[in-house]
């Protein structure tokens, strides 16, 4: 590391941070940005789990922690509709969310990603006739698939262009604690090497990117420094998973199918999210150990399985006087993780409609084979509350109805599957909180749930900083 004065601090090293970083120093390499991530750098993270099949709980999770975020190994699709992936249209227009899209798109290409874009072309009309039929939303979003393993290398290539850049250091294994503040402006930020001493960085402006794993970090600096955050919705649900075939005729030609249905009994908003054709299931853990479910899919033929996954999600927003959100998505996957003994659970469907649990023997009769071997037989409701329970079970038999198969005894069900919306802190339009020179993106910051618009978020914070045009 240089001195210890900066332009800009960026705290987190997912997409939005990294993207921030590559605008800040794109016209001027020499533009001092140092950039800290409190987990590995892109050449140690490793998931055990990936290929070994068994999680060993490591500190820090590789899977959400260090250079690319949870974007490592993520699914890499990259959602090229301001409509999908967070509340980009709640900032800027869409001709701007458009345009600026279109702009981080085409780094990814440079950067390595797959040139093909799914979701186009005469037979998506033709699904979205079908599922309007039975009173199934589609939401249409052309998308870029990158696959877990090409995602990997074009974030890598990101890390190997800032490297190059003379005024850019990034710091593995540093957590950012503390803003400094002076005379109602940000001035720099505390940080901590792991086995180190806080130490103080200083900097006009300070970037907090910290993702879902570090938003109660953002929150609670938030309410130290007295800027406002707003209570986000959270999602709870399952992960469903089918042999290909079931699906195929939707995901052939949207790669991804996003359905919305409104349920019958309480009219709960369910959808699919996160779709991995030939993709595998996996766990992921959260601070103090909780077991979520979660879901990818690799670009390489050799590495894909003959199932599908998604997330079936039901979306809730609570009123006053309740406001937390991610606690109640943490305890009931908590409930989920204490009848497992510690992990994530997985039910046939089947036997989830005969009101019984499954148990190794009835798993191992399903036809559908999981890819999660790790998950333990049990039955969901016990854990899901009956407003979710229902929600899921008319939304998939709605679902039915536009893919056959869909609810069969051997379908797949894993829980839980939380999305912790980070609370969302009150930003401008170019996402500067009301503390000078302190600026919030990302899925940390509640604004987005996905690489696309995370990165946006970073190109519309650094040309704010920049004092640039978005056009
Ligand atoms: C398994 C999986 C599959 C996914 N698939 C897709 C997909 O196909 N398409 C899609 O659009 N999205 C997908 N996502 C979501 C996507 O990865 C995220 O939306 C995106 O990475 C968010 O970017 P971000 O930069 O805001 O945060 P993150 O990528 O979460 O990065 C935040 C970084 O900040 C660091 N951090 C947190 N707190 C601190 C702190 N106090 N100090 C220092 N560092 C800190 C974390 O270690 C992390 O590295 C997937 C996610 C997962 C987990």
């Given at each position: 590391?240089?001195?210890?004065?900066?332009?800009?601090?960026?705290?987190?090293?997912?997409?939005?941070?990294?993207?921030?970083?590559?605008?800040?120093?794109?016209?001027?390499?020499?533009?001092?940005?140092?950039?800290?991530?409190?987990?590995?750098?892109?050449?140690?993270?490793?998931?055990?789990?990936?290929?070994?099949?068994?999680?060993?709980?490591?500190?820090?999770?590789?899977?959400?922690?260090?250079?690319?975020?949870?974007?490592?190994?993520?699914?890499?699709?990259?959602?090229?509709?301001?409509?999908?992936?967070?509340?980009?249209?709640?900032?800027?227009?869409?001709?701007?969310?458009?345009?600026?899209?279109?702009?981080?798109?085409?780094?990814?290409?440079?950067?390595?990603?797959?040139?093909?874009?799914?979701?186009?072309?005469?037979?998506?009309?033709?699904?979205?006739?079908?599922?309007?039929?039975?009173?199934?939303?589609?939401?249409?979003?052309?998308?870029?698939?990158?696959?877990?393993?090409?995602?990997?290398?074009?974030?890598?290539?990101?890390?190997?262009?800032?490297?190059?850049?003379?005024?850019?250091?990034?710091?593995?294994?540093?957590?950012?604690?503390?803003?400094?503040?002076?005379?109602?402006?940000?001035?720099?930020?505390?940080?901590?090497?792991?086995?180190?001493?806080?130490?103080?960085?200083?900097?006009?402006?300070?970037?907090?990117?910290?993702?879902?794993?570090?938003?109660?970090?953002?929150?609670?600096?938030?309410?130290?420094?007295?800027?406002?955050?707003?209570?986000?919705?959270?999602?709870?649900?399952?992960?469903?998973?089918v042999p290909n075939a079931v699906?195929?005729?939707?995901?052939?030609?949207?790669?991804?199918?996003?359905?919305?249905?409104?349920?019958?009994?309480?009219?709960?908003?369910?959808?699919?999210?996160?779709?991995?054709?030939?993709?595998?299931?996996?766990?992921?853990?959260?601070?103090?150990?909780?077991?979520?479910?979660?879901?990818?899919?690799?670009?390489?033929?050799?590495?894909?399985?003959g199932n599908t996954?998604?997330?079936?999600?039901?979306?809730?927003?609570?009123?006053?006087?309740?406001?937390?959100?991610?606690?109640?998505?943490?305890?009931?996957?908590?409930?989920?993780?204490?009848?497992?003994?510690?992990?994530?659970?997985?039910?046939?469907?089947?036997?989830?409609?005969?009101?019984?649990?499954?148990?190794?023997?009835?798993?191992?009769?399903?036809?559908t084979?999981?890819?999660?071997?790790?998950?333990?037989?049990?039955?969901?409701?016990?854990?899901?509350?009956?407003?979710?329970?229902?929600?899921?079970?008319?939304?998939?038999?709605?679902?039915?109805?536009?893919?056959?198969g869909?609810?069969?005894?051997?379908?797949?069900?894993?829980?839980?599957?939380?999305?912790?919306?980070?609370?969302?802190?009150?930003?401008?339009?170019?996402?500067?909180?009301?503390?000078?020179?302190?600026?919030?993106?990302?899925?940390?910051?509640?604004?987005?749930?996905?690489?696309?618009?995370?990165?946006?978020?970073?190109?519309?914070?650094?040309?704010?900083?920049?004092?640039?045009?978005?056009?």
């Amino acid at each position: 590391m240089q001195s210890k004065h900066y332009d800009c601090v960026i705290a987190g090293a997912g997409p939005a941070g990294i993207f921030a970083a590559l605008e800040l120093t794109a016209q001027d390499p020499d533009r001092r940005v140092l950039m800290v991530d409190n987990g590995h750098h892109i050449d140690k993270r490793i998931c055990p789990a990936r290929t070994t099949g068994h999680c060993m709980q490591c500190d820090p999770c590789s899977i959400l922690h260090g250079w690319s975020g949870a974007g490592a190994f993520s699914d890499g699709k990259l959602s090229l509709s301001p409509d999908v992936g967070g509340r980009i249209l709640d900032y800027q227009s869409r001709q701007t969310a458009d345009r600026l899209i279109s702009y981080v798109d085409a780094q990814y290409v440079s950067f390595g990603a797959a040139g093909t874009v799914h979701g186009i072309g005469p037979e998506v009309d033709a699904i979205d006739y079908e599922a309007s039929r039975h009173n199934i939303q589609l939401i249409r979003c052309p998308v870029r698939h990158m696959g877990t393993d090409h995602a990997f290398e074009v974030l890598r290539a990101m890390y190997r262009t800032l490297e190059e850049r003379p005024g850019f250091s990034f710091l593995p294994m540093t957590t950012a604690r503390d803003l400094i503040v002076e005379a109602d402006r940000v001035r720099g930020l505390v940080i901590e090497t792991r086995g180190g001493q806080p130490e103080t960085i200083y900097a006009d402006h300070v970037i907090a990117a910290p993702g879902r794993a570090g938003a109660q970090w953002l929150t609670d600096i938030c309410r130290a420094h007295g800027l406002e955050t707003v209570s986000n919705e959270v999602d709870i649900g399952v992960r469903v998973e089918v042999p290909n075939a079931v699906m195929d005729h939707l995901t052939r030609h949207l790669y991804e199918a996003k359905l919305v249905y409104y349920s019958d009994t309480f009219e709960n908003r369910v959808r699919t999210f996160c779709m991995n054709p030939g993709g595998v299931v996996s766990g992921e853990y959260y601070e103090g150990g909780i077991a979520v479910v979660n879901g990818h899919s690799y670009a390489e033929p050799e590495k894909r399985t003959g199932n599908t996954n998604f997330a079936l999600l039901v979306s809730t927003r609570f009123t006053e006087p309740f406001d937390q959100p991610i606690a109640y998505g943490k305890y009931i996957a908590q409930l989920g993780n204490m009848l497992t003994g510690g992990g994530v659970m997985i039910q046939r469907w089947g036997d989830l409609e005969m009101g019984r649990r499954t148990t190794w023997s009835r798993l191992n009769k399903s036809t559908t084979v999981p890819t999660y071997t790790e998950a333990v037989p049990g039955d969901l409701s016990f854990v899901l509350p009956q407003r979710h329970m229902t929600s899921i079970m008319e939304a998939m038999r709605a679902f039915d109805k536009i893919a056959p198969g869909l609810v069969s005894r051997n379908t797949l069900l894993y829980g839980v599957e939380v999305k912790f919306y980070s609370s969302k802190v009150k930003v401008s339009p170019v996402f500067e909180t009301a503390l000078a020179g302190f600026y919030a993106i990302g899925d940390g910051a509640g604004v987005t749930r996905g690489l696309m618009q995370a990165s946006v978020t970073g190109v519309i914070a650094a040309r704010g900083i920049m004092g640039q045009s978005l056009s």
